[in-house]
């Protein structure tokens, strides 16, 4: 098997990308800052709450193609605010519609508004209809590997475990989880909600993501476009790190530096 590389891009739904930090459009204070933002992160695919937001089914409103054209950008709408496999897959054929036949979605089905997990199940449901639909799924899910597996078998063109739940910040909770779900996928395999700030990033890429999406992390900082930047160069370490290969966690300390030829 080829080892891979620094340079090496991602690939969803065939087509290559040089970065893999995907970001969020939404809880900006304007489409002004989330052009900056997104910018400063370097994301090549930026998602997009249709339910939300204003792609131009509302006329005389701004409209979020104006700062972020899909000349420059591989719009990646999301079902977010779905709770239920038929309004998934309604809004998935909406922006397919607004879109000139746009197939690459971001399929995102809730349990519940406090919490914002995933159901399962009408994931599942969801899924097999848009993938038989000739859609490209990009899946927001829970940490369950076994879940995972199936639905890459489904043909979701990528798997995006939540680390942590959806806005809370808490960082990547789910460590052998995650691992499980990178070591046995073969399609990409990206952290969606949950981080917090840069460390988060860099953490979820060490352990070998291909990539990390993200949102409130960067909108909700008191900076934006200044966390935008950081999260750029900590998903880019983090990739560089997994690639070098950590050194082995020892329980005592191991001279840096040989004993042998020393002048005493």
Known sequence: MTQPTLHDPLIIAGKPYRSRLLTGTGKFVDFEQTREATLAAGAEIVTVALRRTNLGQNKGEPNLLEFLPPEQFTLLPNTAGCYNAEDAVRTCQLARELLDGHRLVKLEVLGDPKTLYPNVSQTLIAARQLVNDGFDVMVYTSDDPIIAQELEAIGCVAIMPLAAPIGSGLGIQNKWSLLEIIENAKVPVLVDAGVGTASDATIAMELGCDGVLMNTA????????????????????????FLAGRMPKRRYANASSPLDGLFF
């Open 218 to 241: 960067i909108a909700a900082a008191k900076q934006p476009v200044l966390m935008a930047a950081a999260m750029r160069k900590a998903v880019e370490a983090g990739r560089e790190a």
